[in-house]
Each structure stands twice: as structure tokens, then as C-alpha cells.
């Protein structure tokens, strides 16, 4: 099962005074709108978002069909796929895609440890 990119999504307090920390690590502005309190920051090829005000715990994020550089992934296993798979495997979701759609959707779910973590397809 191939979950896409991997990124980690900080419920931050101030986007501001993080994105200038995060820059100081070497990260720069890949994607998002500060104005509307959401960034996700690069390096190499290590991801993270950052979001004010959005989630309230940090959480793991994969993006089925997207690689690191958000192009797409030929081939990739769709989000409702995925859920099929691991709810076969007995693991049970937070919020579902409708599988009789196709296309963007997004599921969750917690690890045994109470880490929340999203699985977000945008194509």
C-alpha cells in the first residue's frame, strides 16, 4: 500500500513566529496562503504544514498520488482503496470517503497511541 508523500501537520499558535523558525532550519514556502493561516514548508524532501487554528492536535499526513514535489504518482492507490484495505485489516476510521465517488477525498484515523492521522487525496 503505497500512502503518497508524507508530511507532519503542526497545530501551531502563531504561523507567523513558526514559519520564521522553520525557515531558520532551512525550510522554505512551498505551498499555502499565511493569510488564511495554513503553510506547507520544505526542505529537501521532508514536508510540514503548518496550520493555525485548523486541527487541534499535530498529526501525520499522507497524500495518496502525490510524491514529495506534489506532482502525481502514476498508478497510485486510491484513498478508497486504502480504506477498504484497512478496514479488512480491522482498522477502524474516524471520517470516511464515500467509495461510489472517485477522485479527492480524505480519511482518519488514530494510531494506538492517540496520534491522529490523515490520509488526504487531492487528486
Known sequence: MNLGAFSI????????ASRAFYEKLGFTVFGGK????WLILKSGTTLIGLFQGM???NMLTFNPGWDS?????PG??????????LVEQGVELGEKADPATSGPAYITLTDPDGNPILLDQHL
Do not use: G, H, M, Y
Open 9 to 16: 501537520s503542526l497545530a501551531v499558535k502563531d504561523i507567523a
Open 34 to 37: 499565511q493569510e488564511d493561516n
Open 55 to 57: 486541527f487541534e492536535k
Open 69 to 73: 514535489d506534489a506532482k502525481a504518482i
Open 76 to 85: 497510485f492507490t486510491d484513498v478508497r482503496k486504502i480504506q477498504e484495505q
